[in-house]
């Protein structure tokens, strides 16, 4: 039985887009053990899926225990960490001095194609064939029941995301309010979710329940899975909400859309398209997050109306 170890991203985003390059690994490899490291929320993202075996944490990972690791964290810690392991054969990016750790180099292309992409590319290079790059998401019965009391009858269900990992990425809050005042209005009961620590920016907003800090990862999922539309910015949860094929808008400002838009069947990712946008340095912006901020409430409610999402 080959054991094969896989170098994970840790991000709830990066963490969906590579299930599609689990099941195609399981495919290929049905009788091996299949391992991946992760820690923090791409742990959380993975628990569960049917197409591995056991997520690792780095520090319990032996030496010459795997035969071959695919390094998709593109991080000259990740290559290390399999020069550690002591593991013969090796395929990742390449970039960053990764070059001299690998055994098989992928070129990396960047903002020119989706990251989900970039992952299957990793497959490819080590001759495995792609048959499908659908997204897909699993929840537990008990998460669901458990969330099904924060509904009300009748009403029609909206998780609005309002952060991300970076601020940079943030709309403003009369935007979101303009919106959720909004699907209110269309019979919409709305919800923000996320961590105790997130709950007092998200009291700042009106018209919805603030669940931050009640739910495990396991229960937003549930939630997610049950809603009718979802609405935010560019985020894991919109990741999230798209593999479940929700009806979601995500709003991208420095973020390339090629590399990182929605792929869901029911996914919009929107973009003003600045000049300026993708942005390599969006921290040092020049231009005050012009491509976020100039983002009307009007434009996002017409899109909503016209698009058939608030039906």
Aim: charged share 25%; glycine share 6%.
């Amino acid at each position: 039985m080959k054991k094969i170890l896989v170098v994970a991203p840790q991000y709830v985003g990066d963490s969906i887009l590579v299930i599609p390059f689990l099941r195609q690994l399981r495919k290929a490899y049905p009788d091996s053990l299949i391992d991946v490291v992760s820690k923090n929320a791409g742990k959380l993202v993975l628990e569960g899926c049917p197409y591995i075996d056991n997520i690792c944490l780095k520090d319990d990972l032996k030496p010459n225990f795997y035969e071959k690791a695919y390094i998709l964290k593109r991080s000259l810690s990740a290559a290390l960490l399999a020069k550690k392991l002591k593991i013969k054969d090796t395929v990742g990016f390449g970039g960053q001095f990764r070059e001299f750790l690998l055994t098989k180099i992928v070129k990396y292309k960047g903002t020119s194609k989706h990251e989900l992409e970039h992952f299957m590319d990793v497959l490819q290079a080590d001759d495995i064939d792609i048959t499908d790059e659908c997204l897909e998401y699993w929840i537990n019965d008990a998460d669901v029941d458990f969330v099904q009391k924060y509904f009300t009858e009748n009403k029609k269900k909206a998780l609005i995301v309002t952060s991300s990992s970076t601020y940079v990425k943030n709309w403003t809050v009369d935007g979101f309010n303009d919106v959720i005042k909004f699907l209110n209005e269309n019979n919409f009961e709305c919800f923000i979710v996320g961590t105790e620590k997130e709950k007092d920016f998200n009291n700042q907003f009106t018209g919805v329940k603030n669940l931050c800090g009640e739910l495990t990862f396991g229960q937003i999922s549930a939630l997610i899975s049950k809603m009718d539309l979802v609405f935010g910015i560019d985020s894991g949860f919109c990741h999230m909400a798209s593999a479940f094929n929700k009806k979601t808008i995500a709003l991208f400002g420095s973020t390339s859309l090629t590399q990182w838009k929605l792929s869901g069947q029911n996914s919009h990712t929107l973009s003003l398209n600045l000049a300026c946008s993708p942005c390599k340095k969006p921290k040092k912006c020049k231009n005050d997050f012009k491509c976020m901020k100039d983002f009307s409430s009007q434009f996002v409610i017409e899109y909503l109306k016209n698009n058939g999402l608030v039906e």
